[in-house]
Nanobody, 125 residues
Framework: QAQLVESGGGSAQAGSSLKLTCIVS????????MAWFRQAPGKEREGVAG????????DYADSVKGRFAISRDNTKNTVYLEMNSLKPEDTGTYYC??????????????????WGQGTQVTVSS
């Protein structure tokens, strides 16, 4: 059974940085794309950033472009999300997900077959 485990969340001041980590274990078939999503209280889950596991393609939500960076280390089955210049609106539970490249837009929740349990990020002003 595949498992995705996030870590690195916590409390941060606006303008500071946090780095999230997602470690994948188990067999996820041929899925070759991973993404970070977030969900704020009372809001829908939204895509934050995505990365192809075989190529250099990355995708970002407009709200985080220039501030967040997604990266991967395939030797460690790990994907990272470096979050800089944090804002209070970045607060939420952050989830990593794994799915197939293509098969719909990267920010589409239904595209992903595997999800982590989430890690909380709270940014105060």
């Amino acid at each position: 059974q595949a498992q995705l485990v996030e870590s690195g969340g916590g409390s941060a001041q606006a303008g500071s940085s946090l780095k999230l980590t997602c470690i994948v274990s188990g067999n996820t078939g041929g899925y070759n794309y991973m993404a970070w999503f977030r969900q704020a209280p009372g809001k829908e889950r939204e895509g934050v950033a995505g990365i192809h596991l075989d190529y250099l393609d990355t995708d970002y939500a407009d709200s985080v472009k220039g501030r967040f960076a997604i990266s991967r280390d395939n030797t460690k089955n790990t994907v990272y999300l470096e979050m800089n210049s944090l804002k209070p609106e970045d607060t939420g539970t952050y989830y990593c997900a794994k799915g197939p490249y293509g098969n719909g837009p990267w920010w589409s929740i239904s595209k992903y077959g595997y999800w982590g349990q989430g890690t909380q990020v709270t940014v105060s002003s």
